[in-house]
Nanobody
Framework: QVQLVESGGGLVQPGGSLRLSCVGS????????MAWYRQAPGKQRDLVAR???????KYADSVKGLFTISRENAENTVHLQSNNLKPEDTSGYYC?????????WGQGTQVTVSP
């Protein structure tokens, strides 16, 4: 089994920054990809950013140049540095890892951007 625990969410003013973290634990051999998704109430869950085992990254167009995903392989940790946050970034943020052949999800951390 794999457990993922997110942290770092909260309330921030527009233009502010947050750093989300996700730590994985359990019994597994290799994490192929780590990612952050977000889902607002009544909407689908969308990819925010993904980082591959090679270090390559992929971002949603809406966050390119604003958010940065990084991973610490030795610590089974993935971070999402979110800068210049906007009210439309308000959402639940979910950590995802792909450990062949399964996807695993964290419980989520809420990010609220409001004056």
């Amino acid at each position: 089994q794999v457990q993922l625990v997110e942290s770092g969410g909260g309330l921030v003013q527009p233009g502010g920054s947050l750093r989300l973290s996700c730590v994985g634990s359990g019994s597994y051999s290799f994490i192929y990809t780590m990612a952050w998704y977000r889902q607002a109430p009544g909407k689908q869950r969308d990819l925010v950013a993904r980082i591959f085992s090679t270090g390559g990254t992929k971002y949603a167009d809406s966050v390119k140049g604003l958010f940065t995903i990084s991973r610490e392989n030795a610590e089974n940790t993935v971070h999402l540095q979110s800068n210049n946050l906007k009210p439309e970034d308000t959402s639940g943020y979910y950590c995802n890892v792909f450990i062949y052949p399964l996807n695993y999800w964290g419980q989520g951390t809420q990010v609220t951007v409001s004056p």
